[in-house]
């Protein structure tokens, strides 16, 4: 059974920095393509960033310079790295995942995985 496990959430203030993990379990992690995903005051989804099995990231535009996507092969872990965090940012953060290696297909039709989400705020 494929298990997502976000940590890391918090409040901070304008200008500062969060680093959201999540830990994978169930499966051939170094095989899938991962991604963070917000859900926003307003309730919309939005992808944040994905990365292939191959390393490879991808940004929404509104965080590019600001957030960075990395893997961590050996602890089954994703992280996200926020710098700069804006008031804007501020929403419920999830883990996906897709047992397809590049993420072409997830980003259109949707992971099959998903965490439970983790909490970020920032106070202006």
């Known amino acids: 059974e494929v298990q997502l496990a976000e940590f890391g959430g918090g409040s901070v203030q304008a200008g500062g920095s969060l680093r959201l993990s999540c830990v994978a379990s169930?499966?051939?992690?170094?095989?899938?393509?991962m991604g963070w995903y917000r859900k926003g005051p307003q309730n919309e989804r939005e992808e944040v960033a994905t990365i292939n099995k191959e390393g490879t990231p991808t940004y929404i535009e509104s965080v590019k310079g600001r957030f960075t996507i990395s893997k961590d092969e050996a602890k089954h872990t994703l992280h996200l790295e926020m710098n700069g965090l804006k008031p804007k940012d501020r929403a419920i953060y999830y883990c996906?995942?897709?047992?397809?290696?590049?993420?072409?297909?997830?980003?259109?039709?949707?992971?099959?995985?998903w965490g439970s989400g983790a909490q970020v705020t920032v106070l202006a």
């Open positions: 169930g499966y051939a992690y170094s095989d899938y393509c």
């Open positions: 996906a995942s897709d047992d397809r290696g590049f993420c072409d297909h997830a980003r259109k039709y949707g992971f099959d995985y």
